[in-house]
């Protein structure tokens, strides 16, 4: 099983970045999909969920009207589009796999780092 994150970077506040979690390994289609981030010295924030069929979305309220998550079932990838960002979306981003009907999340993906900054 593999979730590899990529998009992360350096941008300034106000702009944009698109985070993609290819994944392997596993029935993608079974699978509910989040991005998690994590900043330093916080605690681990889940920043939006996409149903299996991606149908169905929930945000954080700090990234509501802001981000964007989407998923395309024929290429096993989850993605966060992430606009007008702030400097305290820093952290590192990680897209995280649960399959339909269970409450604990089976597979994570390695992080990739998103700093906001001037």
């Known amino acids: 099983v593999q979730l590899v994150e990529s998009g992360g970077g350096l941008v300034q506040p106000g702009g944009s970045l698109r985070l993609s979690c290819a994944t392997s390994?596993?029935?993608?289609?079974?699978?509910?999909m989040s991005w998690y981030r994590q900043a330093p010295g916080k605690a681990r924030e889940l920043v939006a969920t996409?149903?299996?069929?991606?149908?169905?979305?929930n945000y954080a309220d700090s990234v509501k009207g802001r981000f964007t998550i989407s998923r395309d079932n024929a290429k096993n990838t989850v993605y966060l589009q992430m606009n007008k960002l702030k400097p305290e979306d820093t952290a590192v981003y990680y897209c995280?796999?649960?399959?339909?009907?269970?409450?604990?999340?089976?597979?994570w993906g390695q992080g990739t780092q998103v700093t906001v900054s001037s």
């Open positions: 996409i149903s299996n069929a991606g149908d169905s979305t």
């Open positions: 995280a796999a649960r399959r339909v009907g269970r409450n604990e999340y089976a597979y």
């Open positions: 390994g596993f029935t993608f289609s079974n699978f509910a």
